[in-house]
């Protein structure tokens, strides 16, 4: 449940902090970026809303307005819990899935976080699907996500401005690829 996955995060960022860790001392513990896949992905809406330890956010397939997620999500519907508000840059990975949809349908939860003043997002990759980002993805297909999402800490967790430019640029981030190659057509 999200319920759960968001008792993880805080969890795990609770053991980051902790003495308990063995690699606190080698670890920033101040800035804090989380990411999740899925179900993950749409609780840490709430998890980036009510832990204010968390400084950025990276959802991959899909960033959400809700728990249950938006319109453009994996599933390509929502149901009607609670709208979550943004408070911390937010990054949204997307799959191709939704394919009846308007072009517009992935941007649901950017527009969210945009109405609201937070810096946000969105990726969809080309004929991406909702497991793109599991066991059934490729390293090629991670490496695309990890890029983006090492850009995207890179700027709001380590403060490095000139990440806007290569996260927005013609090429993926430290990989030289080109973006319009990984991106997706259909979805602006």
Known sequence: ???A????????????????????ADSDTGRVGVAGWSLG??????TQEEDRRVDALVAWDNLAVRESGAEGSPACT????AVRTPRVPALGQASETCPGE?????LRAFEHWRAAGVATMQVVFRDATHFWWGGPGTEAQRELSHAYTRAWFDRWLKG??????????????FTGAAAASVLSPRFR
Not at 78 to 81: S, V
Not at 160 to 173: H, Y
């Open 78 to 81: 929502f149901t009607g819990t």
């Open 160 to 173: 490095d401005s000139t990440r806007t430019a290569a996260l927005l640029g013609p090429t993926v981030p």
């Open 1 to 3: 449940s999200t319920a």
């Open 5 to 24: 996955y968001h008792l993880a995060a805080v969890s795990g960022i609770d053991f980051l902090q902790s003495t308990a860790n063995p690699y606190r």
């Open 102 to 106: 308007p072009s517009d349908v992935k």
């Open 41 to 46: 992905a749409r609780s840490l809406t709430r």
